[in-house]
Nanobody, 128 residues
């Protein structure tokens, strides 16, 4: 069965850090562009970060630039999202997704197209 699985979510105080992991079964993450997205209660899903399989380029939403880092670990077939200096507004369910095109294609800012698979999400709560 082909699927993406996120892990690493949890509760943290403002200013803290978390590292999310995205792993796959049935395919190799290095072959696909991978994006991280999030959805807060009552809000639309938004793009957070994207890494291209074609050349390793990475992209970030303006709201997380300088705080979040996306990276790949080929040996573990995992894509990470390191989140530092977390804020209450980062609270959301975080999803990873794949796209077969090799690039982080978007018509508008961080709204990257993902035509592959989506994970089930992991909750991140930032609160004092």
């Amino acid at each position: 069965q082909v699927q993406l699985v996120e892990s690493g979510g949890g509760s943290v105080q403002p200013g803290g850090s978390l590292r999310l992991s995205c792993t796959s079964s049935g395919f190799t993450l290095d072959d696909d562009t991978i994006g991280w997205f999030r959805q807060a209660p009552g809000k639309e899903r938004e793009g957070v970060s994207c890494t291209e399989s074609s050349n390793g380029n990475t992209y970030y939403a303006n709201s997380v630039k300088g705080r979040f880092t996306i990276s790949r670990d080929s040996a573990r077939n995992t894509v990470y999202l390191q989140m530092n200096s977390l804020k209450p507004e980062d609270t959301a369910v975080y999803y990873c997704a794949s796209d077969f095109s090799g690039v982080c294609y978007t018509d508008y800012e961080a709204d990257w197209r993902m035509n592959g698979y989506w994970g089930q999400g992991t909750q991140v709560t930032v609160s004092s």
